[in-house]
């Protein structure tokens, strides 16, 4: 079934997307990071909200749901884990639960490591993972609660979704991703080709994200820190897959 998908700037930098079912007229929101954009978006199109959904605590991705409650009546799902934290659920929901969205299934997966109980949402019918600040284009998000192991294993979970699925994620970081993932890779000739892409998007004002997992899998360090070539190219030949992915991390953080 098809499914509308609407990429919608918010604040200096985030990413909030909408999913709109022509056929029942219902649309959905994945993260609320500032109401006012999100409802001028809807009213352009003469769209309600009927389900807002949730990836994480931090304030830039749920500010805008109490207004949007209360303009729309939108009921709001997000993690159980992270329930004490959020805005109030209307359902609480951990890994491996299946939801319906607008008539679609989407698939609860457990993305630990930027926070403790953030989640993505992937919906195959659409070929698309909602995975705001744990995969995101060319990078993965700062360890602001979890570890490298919680980081690494969650985008194991990512990497292993089909190729040719969307990864809507929650910022527009990926120039200065690129910038850093040419540090660790400068040979990869996949890599320099969407760097100067992503130049090219970004001076022209455009938006750089959803991506391919396989644009993704093929250019993104954070997805390849096991491969022997990457370990060679950090001096970490004989490490571990944690490790390599420890130090791959640090290293952006000190960019």
Not at 59 to 83: M, N, S, T, Y
Not at 116 to 136: C, K, N, Q, R, Y
Not at 145 to 161: F, H, I, N, Y
Not at 163 to 180: I, K, P, Q
Request: with cysteine.
């Amino acid at each position: 079934m098809p499914l509308e998908l609407v990429t919608l700037p918010c604040l200096a930098d985030n990413y909030a997307y909408l999913l709109h079912n022509a056929e029942t007229g219902q649309t959905a929101l994945i993260d609320a990071p500032d109401a006012a954009p999100i409802r001028a978006s809807l009213a352009e199109r003469g769209w309600g909200l009927d389900l807002i959904l949730l990836t994480h605590h931090h304030w830039d991705h749920i500010d805008g749901v109490e207004p949007l409650r209360e303009a729309f009546g939108a009921k709001v799902v997000g993690a159980a884990a992270d329930a004490h934290r959020l805005p109030k659920l209307d359902l609480a929901v951990a890994e491996g639960d299946v939801i319906d969205v607008l008539g679609t299934k989407a698939h609860v997966i457990d993305v630990s490591g930027h926070t403790a109980g953030h989640i993505a949402f992937h919906l195959p019918e659409i070929s698309a993972v909602f995975t705001a600040d744990s995969l995101m284009a060319l990078g993965c998000g700062r360890l602001f609660e979890g570890t490298p192991d919680q980081m690494w294993q969650s985008l194991r979970k990512l990497r292993a979704l089909p190729a040719d699925t969307l990864v809507c994620s929650g910022h527009e970081y990926t120039a200065g991703n690129a910038r850093f993932a040419l540090t660790v890779e400068p040979g990869n000739t996949a890599l320099q080709a969407r760097a100067a892409e992503i130049a090219a998007k970004r001076a022209r004002g455009e938006a750089t994200v959803p991506s391919l997992l396989s644009e993704e899998i093929a250019t993104n360090p954070f997805l390849r820190t096991d491969l022997p070539e990457v370990k060679t190219a950090i001096g970490m030949a004989d490490a571990g897959d944690v490790a390599a992915f420890a130090e791959i991390r640090s290293r952006k953080d000190r960019f």
